[in-house]
């Protein structure tokens, strides 16, 4: 016999509704609007979001993360930075109507390794195109003006003849590029190195202990990704237990115990701040 929906009924459904938590509530209420036809604009709005991160990857912003001491004390192992892809511009027309600017001497900039693209590395821009740069027992000149350089670090009293009096055309250091060494011999003139239209020499703040442009050679302008802006996390001792060659359990192993210590591992005197 079919059951009859009483009064009593009724309200008895009524009060196991408001019962539900409103967690629930909500995600029915949302499912239900989906399912009369709203799924359109919600299709559209998650479109809409994905564009606009892809757009501000690829044009706007990238992650970048210091690998080596190079940078030290400006930028450490374990610092992971946002660098403005858009700062610097190009060579076409939209450097008329954007607040793009020139590159100065003193930018640390992202950019892709000369030797092997497919690398990141992060250096401080030294020298201009048509600067005449020396370095003399580790001090820099710039047109035969010497350069304060107040974020620059010296790790060690040795003298190594090729690193601190560059450049350097009797013998090379341990680690010069080849092809660097013989084009780099071509371009100096009156013990000073002539920097040539369209390229940057760069050096790390971390002046004993870089591989830099005195080893490897100039930055072509096109080889520049942009500037870092902000250093978003930094992370200390985050690598220092992973192995040489790491195998998929260490490095699971390792993102589990960096979650799990996050707070621990965060060294917040340096995250969310600015690069300079």
Same mark, same amino acid.
């Given at each position: ?16 509704? *408001? ?12 499912? /239900?609007? =989906? @399912? ?7 299709? $559209?709005?998650? +479109? ?18 210091? #690998?080596?001491?190079? &940078? /030290? $004390? ?23 109507? &954007? ?14 390794? #000369?030797?092997?693209? +497919? ?14 740069? *020396?370095? =003399? ?10 350069? $304060? /350089? ?63 442009? *005195? ?6 302008? /096109? ?11 930094? +992370? ?8 040489? @060659? ?9 993102? +589990? ?20």
């Amino acid at each position: 016999m079919p059951r009859l929906r009483t009064d009593r009924n009724i309200r008895g459904a009524a009060r196991r509704r *408001r019962g539900k938590p409103r967690l629930y509530r909500r995600i029915v209420s949302w499912s /239900e609007k =989906i @399912s009369v036809g709203d799924w359109p604009a919600t299709l $559209q709005s998650v +479109a809409g979001t994905v564009v606009i991160a892809v757009f501000v990857v690829t044009f706007l912003l990238q992650a970048f993360t210091i #690998p080596s001491e190079s &940078m /030290e $004390q400006t930028l450490l192992i374990g610092d992971y930075l946002l660098v403005d892809k858009s700062c610097y511009g190009d060579s076409g027309g939209w450097n008329r109507l &954007m607040p793009y600017r020139k590159i100065r001497r003193g930018d640390i900039i992202v950019f892709h390794y #000369p030797v092997n693209p +497919a690398q990141d590395f992060v250096k401080r821009v030294v020298a201009l195109p048509g600067d005449r740069l *020396r370095l =003399i027992n580790k001090r820099v000149y710039i047109n035969g003006v010497p350069v $304060q /350089e107040p974020y620059v670090q010296y790790i060690t009293t040795l003298r190594n003849l090729y690193r601190d009096d560059f450049p350097r055309t009797d013998s090379p250091d341990y680690g010069v590029d080849a092809t660097w060494w013989k084009e780099m011999r071509k371009l100096v003139e009156d013990h000073q190195l002539i920097i040539p239209e369209g390229h940057y020499f760069v050096l790390g703040d971390n002046r004993d202990d870089s591989q830099d442009s *005195r080893y490897w050679g100039f930055v072509p302008r /096109e080889n520049i990704i942009g500037r870092p802006l902000l250093i978003y996390w930094s +992370a200390g001792n985050l690598n220092n237990d992973l192995p040489g @060659s790491p195998t998929v359990g260490d490095r699971l192993y390792h993102l +589990a115990y960096t979650v799990t210590h996050l707070y621990q591992i965060t060294r917040w005197e340096r995250t969310f701040r600015l690069v300079r």
